[in-house]
C-alpha cells in the first residue's frame, strides 16, 4: 500500500456522521444540574455526583460515536486535535472510575495509523475520556436507550467546559451548587450571547484558561521531579513549583472576586481607585498604552506624540481599562497596538479628551479585523456603551456592540469629534440630544438598527461615511419628544415597574441624568424597594426605608434624585 504523502496521511475525513444535541435552554441545564448536584454537596464530591448519576443513564458498550481528540488526547496519540482528528468508534466500555471510555476506531484518519502498519487487519483500541465521545444520532442498535444517555453527557459536557473552574479543584467548597450553579450559568450564557455580564464572562474565561495551563505545568513538573528524585537537588524546580503555586493562587483570588456578584463591583472600584493613586500628576496630559515593543518602536511613537505636545505629562499603561481608569478630564489616551480591548465606559475622558488609536487604513470592502485595528468592546452589557457630556474626540477604532445594546455613544452634552471609526452592531449606533453637536469623518456603521438618531436641534456635520447592512441610516428626532428616555426606561423596566418622572424635567439633558441615575441603583445588588403595597414616596437624602431591606444611601446631592416622585415593585440588582 502506498503511505502516501504527510499532507495526505493528515487528511481528515471527508464526512462523519451526525451526532446527537440535545436543545436546552439556560433553564432546562439549571434544573437538570440541580436535580443532579444535591444542594449541600460539597465541592470534592462533585465528580461522584456525575457518577452516580451516569449509573442510572449509562449504556456502557455497543453503541456508536464521534470522538474528537482534546488537545491533551491528540498529543497522547499523536494527531490532529478537533474536527480534523475526529474517528468514527464503537464504544465497548465506559469505565465509571475514572470516567474514561474504551473504544475501538472504525473510521479514522491515515494518520492514526502508524507507519509500516497500513495492511493490518487488528482493531485499533484506545481509551479516552468519556468527555471527548459524542453519541451518533441514528444507532445501528435500536435497542440501546441512548437518548437519555446522549443527554446526560451533554450536560456532563458542558458542566466542565463551561461551569467548572480550575480555581474549584481542592477549594473544598460547602454548598458548592448554591454557591457557584446559577451565577456561572448566567456568566456563561452572558458570554454566549454578548449581554450582561460579558466582559466579566471573558475575563473569567481567560482566567480559567491561564489556570488550567498553569494546574498542566505544575503537574507535569511535578511528576518529572518525582520520577527523576530529584526534589530535594533542583532549586531552579522547586523554585519555578513555588511560582506556579503562586500564579494559581493569584488567578484564584482574581477569579473568586470577579464572579461573587456582591464583591465584583467592590474589586473593580478597588483597581480604579489604587491606579488612580499611583498617578502622581493629576493635570490632563498623555496616556500611552503600551503593552510590548522594541525601544524603538517606542521612541517612534512618543516623538510623534511629543511633536505636537513637548511639555505633556506622559504617563505609560499596560491597557485601554488602566488608561480609562485614571484619565482625568482632556486626558489624550493613545493606543500603541492594534487588537482588542473590553471597557465599561470613557471614564473621565466623558467630560472630553481624546482617545487615539493607531493608524488604520479602513477598506472600503473588508471590515477591520482585531489584527489590523483596535477593536473595543463592552466590560458590561447596560443600556449606553460610551456616554459624551463634554468635547470628546475618537479616533482609528472600530467599538463593536452587543447586537442587544439600546445606545452605542449617547452625545448628552458637549460635541463629538469621530474620524475612521467603525461602529458595528447595536440598536443606535450614535445618539444625539438635544443642543449636541458631532463631527462624524471616514466612519462606518455596520448592521446597526439605526445609524445615527439626532435632534432636530443638534449640530450633525457628515464627511464620507458609510452605512452597511443598517436598517435605517440616519432619524432625525423631534427634540420635544422623549425617544432616548423612553428607550431606556423600556430597558429598566425589567427591573423597575413603574416610574413616575416629575415635570419639571423638561428637557432630554434632565431625563438622561434622570435615566443614569436609575441605572446605578438597578446594578446596586442589595437594593430592593418596599413593594406595591408601601411605594417609596423619597428616594434621596438619605437611607431607603427601614422596610426595604437595603442599606444603600441615596445622595442628596445627585441631579436625578429630586425628580423622583414614585417607585414601585422592586429592583432585581446584579445577581
Not at 456522521?17 to 440535545?22: M, R, S
Not at 464572579?259 to 491606579?275: G, I, K, S, W
Not at 499603561?317 to 488608561?323: G, M, S, T
Not at 458631532?438 to 457628515?462: M, P, W
Request: glycine share 6%; hydrophobic share 35%.
Amino acid at each position: 500500500m502506498d503511505n502516501g504523502s504527510e499532507d495526505e496521511r493528515n487528511e481528515p475525513l471527508s464526512h462523519l456522521p451526525e451526532v446527537f444535541k440535545p436543545e436546552l435552554n439556560k433553564e432546562d441545564l439549571l434544573r437538570n444540574f440541580q436535580a443532579i448536584l444535591a444542594n449541600d454537596l460539597n465541592s470534592e464530591d462533585i465528580k461522584q455526583a456525575w457518577v452516580n448519576h451516569f449509573e442510572l443513564v449509562i449504556e456502557p458498550c455497543g453503541w456508536l460515536a464521534v470522538w474528537y481528540p482534546s488537545t491533551e488526547s491528540a498529543a497522547k496519540f499523536d494527531c490532529a486535535p478537533g474536527r480534523d482528528g475526529a474517528c468514527v468508534v464503537e464504544v465497548l466500555d465506559v469505565q465509571l472510575s475514572d470516567l474514561n471510555a474504551e473504544i475501538e476506531l472504525l473510521q479514522f484518519p491515515e494518520s492514526m495509523v502508524e507507519p509500516g502498519c497500513e495492511d493490518s487487519t487488528e482493531p485499533i483500541h484506545c481509551s479516552v475520556p468519556v468527555i471527548e465521545v459524542f453519541p451518533v444520532l441514528h444507532q445501528e442498535n435500536e435497542h440501546l436507550n441512548i437518548d437519555r444517555w446522549a443527554e446526560a453527557l451533554s450536560l456532563y459536557r458542558f458542566f466542565y467546559q463551561q461551569i467548572w473552574r480550575p480555581w474549584d479543584f481542592g477549594s473544598n467548597t460547602e454548598d458548592w451548587p448554591e454557591t457557584h450553579l446559577k451565577n456561572r450559568l448566567d456568566l456563561a450564557f452572558d458570554l454566549a450571547t454578548k449581554t450582561g455580564n460579558y466582559g466579566i464572562a471573558m475575563k473569567l474565561e481567560r482566567l480559567a484558561s491561564d489556570g488550567n495551563a498553569t494546574r498542566s505545568q505544575l503537574t507535569a513538573l511535578v511528576k518529572t521531579i518525582a520520577d527523576n528524585n530529584s526534589y530535594a537537588e533542583d532549586d531552579d524546580n522547586v523554585g519555578t513549583i513555588m511560582e506556579l503555586h503562586q500564579r494559581n493562587m493569584s488567578i484564584k483570588l482574581e477569579a473568586m472576586a470577579l464572579e461573587d456578584p456582591v464583591n465584583r463591583q467592590a474589586f473593580l472600584n478597588n483597581t480604579m481607585n489604587e491606579r488612580r493613586r499611583k498617578r502622581k500628576r493629576k493635570e490632563p496630559g498623555i496616556i500611552l498604552v503600551w503593552k510590548d515593543g522594541t525601544v524603538q518602536e517606542m521612541s517612534i511613537l512618543v516623538g510623534d506624540i511629543a511633536a505636537d505636545n513637548p511639555d505633556a505629562p506622559l504617563h505609560i499603561v499596560p491597557n485601554l481599562e488602566h488608561a480609562l481608569d485614571i484619565a482625568v478630564p482632556n486626558d489624550m489616551v493613545h493606543m500603541a497596538r492594534f487588537g482588542t480591548e473590553m471597557v465599561s465606559s470613557l471614564g473621565e475622558l466623558t467630560h472630553g479628551g481624546k482617545l487615539i488609536g493607531p493608524k488604520l487604513h479602513l477598506g472600503r470592502e473588508n471590515f477591520p479585523s482585531s489584527e489590523d485595528s483596535c477593536v473595543i468592546r463592552q466590560l458590561i452589557v447596560g443600556d449606553i456603551f460610551l456616554v459624551v457630556e463634554g468635547d470628546v474626540e475618537l479616533k482609528n477604532l472600530v467599538i463593536e456592540l452587543p447586537p442587544s445594546l439600546s445606545i452605542g455613544i449617547l452625545v448628552a452634552k458637549g460635541s463629538l469629534l469621530m474620524e475612521n471609526v467603525t461602529i458595528k452592531s447595536g440598536r443606535i449606533g450614535v445618539k444625539m440630544l438635544s443642543g449636541t453637536e458631532a463631527t462624524l469623518s471616514d466612519c462606518k456603521f455596520h448592521g446597526c438598527e439605526k445609524g445615527i438618531v439626532h435632534s432636530t436641534t443638534s449640530k450633525l456635520n457628515i464627511i464620507r461615511i458609510e452605512m452597511i447592512d443598517c436598517l435605517i441610516d440616519k432619524e432625525e428626532e423631534n427634540s420635544d419628544e422623549k425617544g432616548l428616555d423612553d428607550e431606556i426606561f423600556v430597558e429598566m423596566g425589567r427591573n423597575l415597574s413603574n416610574i413616575q418622572i416629575h415635570p419639571d424635567l423638561e428637557n432630554q439633558n434632565s431625563r438622561f441624568l434622570a435615566s443614569k441615575w436609575f441605572r446605578r441603583l438597578s446594578s446596586t445588588p442589595k437594593f430592593q424597594s418596599p413593594g406595591k403595597d408601601s411605594p417609596v414616596k423619597r428616594m434621596y437624602g438619605g437611607p431607603a426605608s427601614q422596610d426595604s431591606g437595603s442599606d444603600m444611601m441615596f445622595n442628596p446631592d445627585d441631579p436625578a434624585g429630586k425628580y423622583v416622585s414614585e417607585c414601585e415593585n422592586s429592583f432585581s440588582g446584579a445577581e
